[in-house]
């Protein structure tokens, strides 16, 4: 019989609505080789490469009566085309054209009727660049068995390597009758979840996924014990709706390295590269607070769930064998109007979290080794989706990537950055992925609350600037 989704990869399912799509992205930016680069190349790589992805080739029934969890089936009118996708910008397309393509293309469900992933080519920006847009639901990337098909497209160099061979043949999809024997042998096996999979059917389906994500709790006890003070009533929690705005923010991975060395040497503690990426989100923050006519005081904070932190080597931001994923939960000090001072606060509270063991290991969710950005950025969305909305402000995931090229199809990849999803009333969220010497920010906001999303955006900027000033 198929494979059946776990409650909490069926939870996304469930708690899904128009305003809080429960997919992830990644936008990747690439020069092409000598030869070009079309449609049709692209559909070979992925045809190429989706035999590394099979769930990339199953959907989702579910099963009648609600009586056990959705499984897993192979799609008998699977059609590539559908999923690999063109697009295009007027010529030569501008990066802020492209950031309102990804914001459209972000705020459309995916279809669950079919495989729950798409993938657009954007030909037509400037300097000969084109880009590959993604999205994936969460239900796919569980973070164990399955990976975004971003990953295994790409290769260390240009010389694209044979393919897998793929002998896929679909399997017969079930009948009804076939899916209710198999919930109800299910069910001898562990009558408990059976229960828990009826009462969601049987009653409200939103209400058994809360339940469900309750039970990861374990992974959130930081932000549990947070829990007892509300997150600061801020601009950044309101009743958002079904589109968005998007913006990316390019910056030297080098900048950050020399904020943490200077910063390092001063006797106040190791800096690491994340807390300078925290410490720029602070700045940036309180940049764009001044600039609403906010009012910041000294004692003014914003509190950020920081689920995804990969132990790296802090030099070369290059995540190692055994990765791991924890969960810190972090007041950004937007009143302070010094940037070092910030810095140190900041670094101060991630060490002490540390410390106590307020940073959640999540080794049982992810065994991920190499480049995994839209994975990781997954895990960091799901943490955030279990966590209570009242507990933080908004969601800031880092994960690092590799300093060395990386190609898909000949094609040379220049940046890659996340498009993280926005919880309810949560107005936006920051994604950030290292790669090549860069340091790449991707700023999702709901369209109605954050026109000027492009403005917290350049602040991004600034503020690395600001803390660079200090390190001289």
Known sequence: MPDRLSALDASFLYLEEPTTAMHVGSVAIFTPPDDGFDYDRLLRLVAARIAYVPRYRQRIRTVPGRLANPVWVDDEAFDLTYHVRRSGLPRPGSDEQLSELVARVQSRPLDRARPLWEVYLVEGLDKGRFALLTKTHQALVDGI?????????????????????????????????????????????????????????????????????????????????????PAPTSPLNVDIGEQRRWAMVATSLEDHRKV???????????????????????????????????????????????????????????????????????????????????????????????????????????????????????????????????????????????????????????????VMPLAKRQAVSIGLTSYDGGVYYGVNGDRDAMPDVDVLAQCLVDALAELRDTAR
Request: charged share 20%.
């Open 260 to 418: 943490r060395t200077r910063h390092s040497r001063r006797g106040r503690g190791e800096i690491t590269v994340n807390d300078v990426v925290l410490a720029t989100v602070a700045g940036a923050l309180r940049a764009w607070l001044l600039t609403r006519g906010e009012p910041v005081v000294p004692a003014t904070v914003v509190r950020a769930l920081v689920p995804v932190s990969v132990r790296a080597d802090e030099e070369e931001m290059t995540p190692r064998t055994g990765s791991r994923v924890k969960a810190f939960v972090v007041d950004l000090p937007v009143g302070e109007p010094n940037p070092a001072v910030r810095l140190h606060q900041i670094s101060y509270s991630m060490r002490a979290q540390a410390e106590v063991g307020d940073a959640v290991s999540a080794d049982t969710l992810v065994g991920i080794a190499g480049f995994a950005p839209p994975t990781l950025h997954s895990l960091g969305a799901r943490v955030a989706s279990a966590a209570s909305r009242r507990v933080f402000n908004l969601m800031v995931t880092n994960v690092p990537g590799p300093q060395h090229p990386l190609y898909a199809a000949g094609a040379r990849m220049l940046a890659s950055y996340p």
């Open 145 to 229: 068995s399955a990976v975004d098909i971003s990953q295994v497209i790409l290769d260390a160099s240009a010389a694209t390597p044979e393919p897998a061979a793929d002998t896929w043949q679909p399997s017969k999809e079930p009948t009804d009758a076939e899916l209710v024997v198999s919930a109800v042998a299910d069910a001898v096996r562990s009558p408990g979840a059976a229960i828990e999979a009826f009462e969601g059917g049987a009653h409200d389906l939103r209400a058994s996924a809360g339940r469900v994500l309750g039970q990861v709790g374990h992974l959130l006890s930081a932000a549990a014990r947070t829990a007892a003070r």
